[in-house]
């Protein structure tokens, strides 16, 4: 342990080769100094043995040990897990070293980083211990993909006997709709661990709230489309946090930690605000009477171009202001402040890269669901009827 000003720096010394003939050659490895070169680690410290006390350490009654291992440097806790367990327990249990009387278990952080994977995205069952409902999940996963074909075909069918156009709007909405709710059911067949992810339902809680808010299930898959680019945002901006740290040897490597993940379930909150501002306010424009207002209707896709001239202010100085309260998480020094250095990262990368493109995808996506559901409405419910003639009297 070395005092740097206020700090303790934990050194390790490897001696070259790996490994030492005597304790005594400790003093003759070479340290390097500021001023170039390297000096032997018996001239600027004194090294003096000691005695440690004996002593049997117990873990629930059993006897233990206990082995402290941190990952070298651009080596996560997930890769060093996977790397003891297949190099170094798999083996020595294959040879007998460790029988069934022993019991090896992670602790510390890879314990908790554990704990917070299956809490946040569950725990993936063997592969004879899945449930009996995942076959029920793949049937209905098939059935949704046939019968949105199926409905797509009735669609287009309609739409060419009343020689109505767009009806490929129809057909890819009909699609469309059937794909998205397959992979929903195909998902939950293939990891069904999501189930009880709480991230997944972190996601449902928000996307239901926002069905009853907009009484509509389309309008919130719109929405819920920001999600996926904050996703990546936050995942590009950990990545670079953790690079900037590995580079600044007087700061700890940023690392996927427990808090960390947590800022991901933050993110799902967050992100969504600025495709609520554009969704409701094109639904303003193009439905006022809905509101109580008196203003002429405008198309949808005026309404749509509407909302985002009226609303890009508004999301740039929320976003703004929500980036300059974050970046002090990642870039202010300080005991303690490795802590919520991930979560800052975390936040600030994802809200920055879903809003560029809740600017420019959302309104588009928008646009096209508007189109595809209008345009399949429009074939299954069959022509409009003709209106009553109203009759003339004269006098």
């Known amino acids: 342990e070395f005092r740097l000003d ?4 934990d050194l390790v010394i490897l001696p070259v080769g790996g490994a030492l003939a005597t304790k005594e050659r400790i003093a003759e490895l070479p340290v390097y100094v500021p001023g170039g070169g390297s000096v032997p680690l018996g001239t600027i410290a004194s090294i003096e ?15 233990a040990v206990t082995l402290e291992i941190k990952p070298p440097q651009g080596v996560t806790i997930e890769e060093m897990i996977t790397q003891i367990d297949q190099e170094v327990i798999g083996p020595a249990r294959t040879a007998g070293l460790i029988d069934s009387t022993m019991r090896v278990r992670m602790e510390g952080t890879a314990a908790k980083l554990d704990q917070v994977k299956a809490s946040l995205l569950g725990v993936a069952p063997s592969g004879a211990a899945r449930p009996w409902w995942a076959g029920v999940m793949r049937w209905i996963a098939v059935a949704s993909v046939c019968g949105g074909v199926l409905l797509a075909l009735v669609a287009v069918l309609r739409a060419a006997r009343r020689k109505e156009g767009r009806s490929g709007y129809a057909f890819a909405g009909a699609v469309l709709l059937g794909l998205v ?12 661990q999501l189930i009880q992810a709480r991230f997944v339902w972190a996601i449902l809680v928000v996307y239901f709230v926002m069905c009853a808010l907009f009484e509509s299930f389309l309008t919130p898959l719109v929405i819920m489309f920001s999600v996926p680019f904050a996703v990546v945002g936050g995942f590009g901006s950990l990545r670079i946090v953790h690079e900037w740290t590995l580079r600044n040897h007087d700061l700890a490597p940023q690392q996927l930690d427990t808090l960390t993940m947590i800022g991901f379930v ?29 203003d002429t209707p405008l198309p949808f896709k005026d309404a749509i171009a509407e909302s985002l001239r009226t609303r890009i202010r508004p999301i740039m100085m929320t976003t703004l202001t929500t980036l300059g309260g974050g970046l002090p998480l990642i870039l202010a020094p300080g005991a303690g402040s490795e802590v ?15 809003t560029i493109f809740t600017l420019v995808l959302v309104p588009l996506a928008y646009s096209l669901v508007g189109d595809m559901s209008e345009s399949l409405r429009s074939a299954l419910r069959g022509p409009s009827p003709a209106p009553t003639p109203t009759p003339v009297t004269s006098e």
């Open 266 to 294: 933050i993110l799902v909150g967050t992100v969504v605000n600025n495709a609520i501002l554009l969704v409701e306010q094109a639904q303003n424009f193009a439905h006022p009477e809905k509101f109580g207002s008196t």
């Open 340 to 354: 919520y250095r991930g979560l800052g990262a975390v936040t600030v990368g994802g809200l920055l890269v879903s």
């Open 49 to 63: 043995p000691g005695q440690s006390p004996q002593e049997i350490r117990r873990i629930e009654e059993l006897p």
């Open 6 to 9: 206020d700090r303790s720096v």
């Open 181 to 192: 709710i397959a992979a929903v059911f195909y998902g939950m067949a293939v990891q069904p």
